[in-house]
């Protein structure tokens, strides 16, 4: 089956780092997904990193993958306040013949003074 | 491109009515999606399309639940009749699928806020 699970929030303070975490089910996903919604707004890629790679970095955010345990992470370094919005995992799943997005269903962090 | 973009952007009805939600995918995508989002259900895939061909549409909710994709630029969401229960934000987004596993960005409109009282 496909399910994507997140904890639904998570509260940090301004300068710290956030880690967002999420557990995934088809084993056989190729590209695994982090998006972000901010308020009023549609989701937004944010990141993404391929099934064969265990760890990718851009500025500010480390996405760390653990294909054993399909359990993939978002962190945030020097997390600010316009970091607070809602972030999806997703996982990439192949059905009938075409790629499908299967969403979690979001973790809002809100970060505070 | 403009983007994925919705219609109406927010909508008021009373339960009972029909509601119809509209999406035009960016041009040149060849699959769209249907999501509703609840706070008490985070992001659920409602039906997608490919090639304007419905592939799965096990996350509608009921009958009272449609859409359809009479071309490649056009889609709808209908409601008939509308319940209190299905106030929600309804999310349309596209991308370029291909038959292979390779990545995927869906682009997301802006989403239409519908509320039924």
């Known amino acids: 089956g496909e399910d994507v699970e997140q904890s639904l929030f998570l509260s940090v303070r301004e300068g710290d780092s956030s880690v967002i975490n999420c557990t995934y089910t088809d084993s056989s996903s190729t590209y695994l997904y982090w998006y972000k919604q901010e308020p009023g707004a549609g989701l937004q890629l944010l990141t993404y990193i391929f099934s064969n790679m265990d760890m990718k970095q851009d500025q500010r955010l480390t996405v760390l993958l653990n294909k054993k345990d399909k359990h993939l992470s978002l962190r945030i370094a020097d997390t600010q306040t316009g970091d607070s919005a809602i972030y999806f995992c997703?996982?990439?799943?192949?059905?009938?013949?075409?790629?499908?997005?299967?969403f979690g269903a979001g973790t809002r962090l809100a970060v505070h003074p | 491109d403009a983007g994925v973009i919705q219609s109406p952007r927010h909508e008021v009805t009373e339960m009972g009515q029909e509601v119809t939600l509209r999406c035009k995918p960016i041009?040149?995508?060849?699959?769209l999606f249907w999501y509703r989002q609840t706070m008490m259900r985070g992001l659920e895939l409602l039906i997608y399309f490919n090639n304007n061909v419905p592939i799965d549409d096990s996350g509608m909710p009921e009958d009272r639940f449609s859409a359809k994709m009479p071309n490649a630029s056009f889609s709808t969401l209908k409601i008939q009749p509308s319940e209190p229960r299905d106030s929600a934000v309804y999310f349309c987004?596209?991308?370029?699928?291909?038959?292979?596993?390779?990545?995927?960005?869906?682009?997301f409109g802006q989403g239409t806020r519908l509320t039924v009282v």
């Open positions: 997703a996982e990439s799943h192949l059905d009938g013949g075409y790629n499908k997005l299967i």
């Open positions: 041009s040149g995508h060849n699959s």
């Open positions: 987004a596209s991308s370029f699928a291909v038959t292979a596993p390779m990545n995927t960005e869906a682009f």
